[in-house]
């Protein structure tokens, strides 16, 4: 551990320099903070623009399931916040242990603004997934693979806030949560393989897979384009709350006079 | 890291472990407490479901497995929150050998004072549950390969905890997600052998993640309990 | 366009479901830029030294309160 701790090389070359130089302004809350304040609305107003071609083509234009009739049009919405859910763990995980291994404040803020997102979507994935359910399998929760994956990932996000919020000190809470989301994501596959394995031996292969090979495409398009709505959401709603973070903890800081007075 | 000349790292995890065990040992409430937990908690069920024999006979692998989560948790909190109290954590973080190592020693004595008598008084709630005789072995089977990855994986969440006050209800909240894979595999054999399929494939994949939170868990919480008394 | 809205008797579950969505993700993008706003607001007023120049200027006029006297 103590090896991996000492910060990335100073600039002793050029070209070490330049290798370093985007990593080093990431580092800088004042360069994050208007580099979030550019590029949120952006992705925001893409997100915006996919979205509403999604929803048009996933409504609209999609033609009924000949099984599922209609209720299939859930999964326009269902699919993505459950992918997204799993990536945003990945990523708050990724940036927690950037925080953690190199100190760097800005990245333990962003695993910090993720988290509440991702429970987020978690939460989405699982109310869009038992109300497709219901006119499905009749009930509107049922113990499969994917749902209780997405529950149990949904506590994974909440211990991880909660234990985050415990410590009054902000490094230490950084630190600590940084070392629960490694745990977990080195969990996560795990639990998915066991709930995955656990949920064929108890119910045969009943529940209805969507991911067929078979799929119109005028059904995989809107998918494919909510999909990228949401990851382009994602990143857009992460820089908006990143910012006011960056903001509310570096209000002492010269950057944050500077741009209140100017 | 350089051990220091009076003990070696083997001699330095014996005398950790002893030393809490002897403490547990002292105090007899820490040890039988989590056993009458486990006893009551699953005795609880026939009381609130049934007290058909067939149905005990199918839920009560589940339930012995749950009531041995819990208990497990119950005790967990008595790793490191003593020694954290009177210091003796941040010496052994600031001491000559690994605190990884140091960790494990802990964690082997958490799981000889609350894994170890589940355990041994696994096979009476075994009866108790209607389990046949196969089912009771499996049972107690699944608990030795499963119970030191309770006790690993727990000794990481205490180790983040520590620091805080009023951490129990947290306590769970982290650490009983990632025991699902546990429970799964655990009742999962003895699902298996009660309706007479194989259940070596069960085992071999608790085994496996035993032996995986053996590898990781013991570097987690000694990087956990670095953060927490620094 | 109410066979559309009907969605083939599933209307519920398919309206219900883009509700839910719709409404916490503009929750999740607004709710921020919201508080950044207020944020900077409050930043703004008690930066600038709304409190620090009336301490000081009641600090002065004491000062001279006190030269004017002696």
Known sequence: ?262 | ?230 | MAEFFHMGGHAYFIWMSYAIVCITFVYAFFSPIYRHRKLLRDLSKTNHGGKTKKVIATLKSADDEFSQSS
């Open chain 2, 1 to 230: 890291m350089q051990p220091s000349q009076g003990t070696g790292l083997g001699q330095a995890m014996i005398a950790i472990a002893r030393r809490d065990l002897l403490i547990s040992l002292r105090s007899r409430g820490e040890i039988l407490l989590p056993v009458l937990f486990f006893i009551i908690v699953v005795s609880l069920f026939p009381l609130s479901i049934t007290p058909d024999p067939t149905l005990l006979g199918k839920f009560g692998p589940g339930i012995i497995w749950v009531a041995a989560l819990l208990a497990t948790l119950l005790a967990l909190d008595g790793v490191f929150r003593p020694d954290y109290e009177d210091g003796t954590l941040e010496q052994l973080a600031l001491g000559p050998h690994p605190l990884s190592m140091m960790v494990l020693a802990k964690s082997v004595a958490h799981w000889l004072v609350t894994g170890l008598p589940l355990l041994i008084i696994s096979p009476l709630l075994g009866i108790l549950m209607q389990l046949s005789a196969l089912g009771i072995k499996v049972m107690m089977l699944s608990l030795l390969i499963g119970t030191p990855a309770l006790s690993l994986l727990g000794a990481v969440g205490v180790g983040l905890t520590v620091g805080i006050r009023k951490s129990g209800s947290l306590l769970s909240l982290l650490v009983l997600p990632l025991y699902v894979p546990i429970l799964i595999f655990g009742t999962g054999a003895v699902h298996a052998a009660a309706l007479g399929l194989p259940y070596s494939a069960h085992l071999m994949l608790l085994a496996a993640f035993s032996l995986f939170s053996l590898a990781v868990c013991p570097i987690a919480s000694a990087s956990a309990v670095r953060v927490s008394v620094s």
């Open chain 1, 1 to 262: 551990m103590n090896q991996v701790i000492t910060p990335p090389a100073p600039k002793n070359s050029a070209s070490k320099g330049r290798k370093w130089r985007w990593f080093h302004r990431f580092g800088s809350p004042a360069w994050v903070y208007r580099f979030a304040s550019n590029w949120a609305p952006r992705f925001g107003v893409v997100a915006g623009v996919l979205f509403l071609i999604g929803l048009y083509q996933g409504l609209v234009v999609a033609p009924p399931d000949y099984q599922m009739g209609d209720s299939y049009r859930i999964i326009f919405v269902h699919v993505p916040s459950a992918w997204l859910s799993m990536f945003s763990y990945f990523v708050m995980a990724v940036a927690a242990a950037i925080g953690l291994v190199w100190r760097m404040k800005v990245a333990n803020i962003t695993a910090r603004s993720i988290a509440p997102l991702g429970a987020l979507f978690t939460f989405c994935a699982l109310v869009t997934g038992s109300l497709w359910g219901k006119p499905t399998w009749g009930t509107y929760w049922v113990w499969d693979a994917r749902l209780t994956s997405e529950l149990i990932l949904l506590f994974l996000f909440i211990g991880f806030i909660a234990l985050h919020d415990a410590f009054e000190d902000r490094r230490t809470a950084a630190r600590a949560s940084a070392i629960l989301a490694i745990v977990g994501v080195v969990n996560l596959p795990i639990i998915h393989f066991s709930v995955e394995w656990w949920n064929t031996l108890h119910q045969g292969s009943t529940v209805t897979r969507l991911d067929g090979p078979t799929i119109d495409s005028r059904m995989l398009s809107p998918l494919l384009i909510m999909f990228l709505a949401f990851n382009f959401y994602f990143a857009a709603a992460v820089l908006n709350r990143l910012r006011v973070s960056l903001l509310d903890l570096e209000r002492k800081t010269n950057w944050v006079k500077e741009l209140v007075h100017g």
